[in-house]
């Protein structure tokens, strides 16, 4: 009877690692989805995708962290070329 317990011990073990397992590697996977990194050019930082701020200047995509970095950035783009 004893043999038996831990076997089934063993078995609930085994399944709730495996599950644990699959669960890990969806999240990560849904993750690698999600946080598409791209380049803030006005403060230097890495944003995610799905939070930046996009903006088209002269033909070009450019993403920002916030709406003040964007606006930062244009006022100083502007200025260069003016
Ligand atoms: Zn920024």
Do not use: H, P
Request: with cysteine.
């Amino acid at each position: 009877m004893m043999k038996f317990l831990i076997l089934i011990g063993l078995l609930v073990l085994l399944y709730w690692y495996f599950a644990r397992r699959k669960k890990k590697l969806a999240k990560n996977r849904k993750r690698e989805l999600i946080e598409e990194m791209v380049f803030d050019e006005n403060c230097k930082s890495y944003v995610r995708k799905k939070e930046a701020i996009k903006i088209e200047f002269n033909g070009k995509t450019y993403y920002f962290c916030s709406k003040k970095c964007a606006e930062e950035f244009l006022k100083k783009i502007s200025k260069l070329q003016s």
